[in-house]
C-alpha cells in the first residue's frame, strides 16, 4: 500500500488508520485504529493506537499524542519514541468502550507523553 | 448511532466517516466519506463527500473546507449552506480515482467554497 502521497501536502484519514507504528529500532509496536479529532479546531489531537499482539497487550488501545509520531518514508509507517516501559504504563483502555476525552483526561494523555497541554 | 460525543471535546475520525450531510432544509445530500489532513499541521483541511444517489451523481466524491461544516446536534449530522446549483458546479472526481491535492488544486476548491486559502 501507497501509504503516503508525497506530490501532495494532505493525506487521508483512510490512509493513516492502518498505518503501522514502530519504534525507533524499527520494531513494529502496532498500528492506528483511528484519529481523534478537536471538534472546535478541527485538528487532529490524538492517534488510537492498537499495539496488536505486542507485549500480550489484548484489545487495549492507546492514545498517542498527535505531535508524537513522525513519518518515516523507508520503514512506511509512523515512528514513535517510546520503550517498552513506557508503553507498560501509558494510559489505554479497552477498544470496546467509549473513553471520555474530557480535559482531565486530555491533560493526562499529554503528560504522560510530555507534550503541552494548550 | 451516536454519532458525536457531547461530553468530549474530542471526536473519533471513525465517527465522522460515515456521518450524513445535509442543507439548510434539512434534505440528505449524502455522507462523508473520509478526511483530508494537512501533512504538517495535522488539521483537517477537506471532508470528501460522497452524495449518493442525490442528483443521479454517480460515484464522484466532493472535497468541501472543513470550515464549511457545521455540526446540527437536532438532525444528527452535518449542515453545509449549498444549492443544488452549486453542487453542479462544485470541483468534484470519481471515488475510484487518487486527486492529486496540490496547492492549485487546493486554492480552486477553497475559491469554489468562498473560504480563504491559507
Not at 503501522?20 to 490524538?46: A, C, I, T
Amino acid at each position: 500500500m501507497n501509504t503516503i502521497n508525497t506530490a501532495s501536502s494532505v493525506i487521508s484519514s483512510d490512509k493513516v488508520q492502518g498505518t503501522k507504528v514502530y519504534n525507533p529500532n524499527g520494531d513494529k509496536l502496532g498500528s492506528v485504529e483511528s484519529l481523534l479529532l478537536d471538534k472546535l479546531s478541527g485538528k487532529v489531537r490524538y492517534a488510537v493506537m492498537e499495539f496488536g499482539g505486542f507485549l500480550g497487550m489484548g484489545t487495549d488501545v492507546y492514545p498517542l499524542p498527535w505531535e508524537t509520531l513522525k513519518y518515516d518514508t523507508g520503514l512506511g509507517g509512523y515512528v514513535v519514541s517510546l520503550t517498552k516501559e513506557q508503553l507498560e504504563g501509558a494510559p489505554r483502555y479497552a477498544r470496546e468502550t467509549t473513553q471520555d476525552y474530557n480535559d482531565e483526561y486530555g491533560r493526562k494523555v499529554n503528560e504522560y507523553y510530555g507534550v503541552p497541554w494548550i
